[in-house]
């Protein structure tokens, strides 16, 4: 079985801070990774993923995730958040050998105050 | 180009009606997807096809529901004698199907409300 945990319901962070949001996962094999974003009113988009090679992943909007399979997490950050990064992120993995389809995290909201 | 499309992006309907829901993938996408996301959570697999393999069906949560898809393209999501617990967004995702790497690709989903 595979799960995923966001910890935070929300996360509320200044422009032009750094922001984190976290993400950790269960698969029995190796994981892909996923980031997806849900605009008000617009489908889940994404933003990058994670397959093998480098743990740094670099993504669209200036986002970034990093590997980190000893503590099995996958944090998704920014180095400066803008206030239409406000939205509804998703966590998602599959086990590699496993089925294609993806769990998703529960989703942590993103609040970037001017 | 043309992304994920589905319809009707609303669905108002009564306790115990069928309703049936539709999704176009992107063109070349050998992989669909379906996905429920109740109010606050997050998305719960149904329903997988890939080319013209089995579909895995193994998310798909009481035989009220079902799905088919014909070749590479539309795919029709059905729930039968619908319940109040069934109101959701309903999401329709694809992808190249050829890597198991690859991105899945959402459509902006069918909000059905069962009253």
């Known amino acids: 079985a595979q799960s995923v945990a966001q910890p935070e319901d929300q996360v509320n962070v200044a422009e032009g801070n750094p922001l984190t949001v976290k993400c950790t996962y269960s698969v029995s094999g190796n994981p892909y990774l996923f980031w997806y974003v849900q605009y008000p009113n617009r489908g889940l988009q994404f933003l990058l993923k994670?397959?093998?090679?480098?743990?740094l992943v670099k993504g669209s909007y200036g986002f970034e995730a990093e590997f980190n399979k000893s503590q099995t997490s996958f944090h998704l950050k920014k180095p400066s958040a803008l206030v239409s990064d406000s939205a509804l992120y998703f966590c998602a993995v599959r086990d590699i050998t496993g089925r294609r389809a993806l769990t998703f995290g529960s989703g942590t909201r993103l609040q970037v105050q001017p | 180009g043309a992304g994920v499309s589905q319809s009707p992006s609303n669905k108002v309907t009564e306790k115990g009606k069928d309703v049936e829901l539709r999704c176009d993938p992107i063109s070349g996408h050998t992989a669909l997807y379906w996905y429920r996301q109740r109010l606050g959570q997050g998305l719960e697999f149904l329903i997988y096809?890939?080319?013209?393999?089995?579909?895995?069906k193994s998310g798909l949560p009481s035989d009220r529901f079902s799905a088919e898809r014909t070749g590479e393209s539309v795919s029709t999501l059905t729930i039968q004698r619908t319940q109040q617990e069934d109101s959701a967004v309903y999401l329709c995702?694809?992808?190249?199907?050829?890597?198991?790497?690859?991105?899945?690709?959402f459509g902006p989903g069918t909000r059905l409300t069962v009253t």
């Open positions: 995702a694809s992808s190249l199907g050829g890597t198991d790497s690859s991105e899945q690709y």
């Open positions: 994670y397959i093998t090679g480098d743990n």
């Open positions: 096809f890939q080319g013209n393999s089995a579909p895995d």
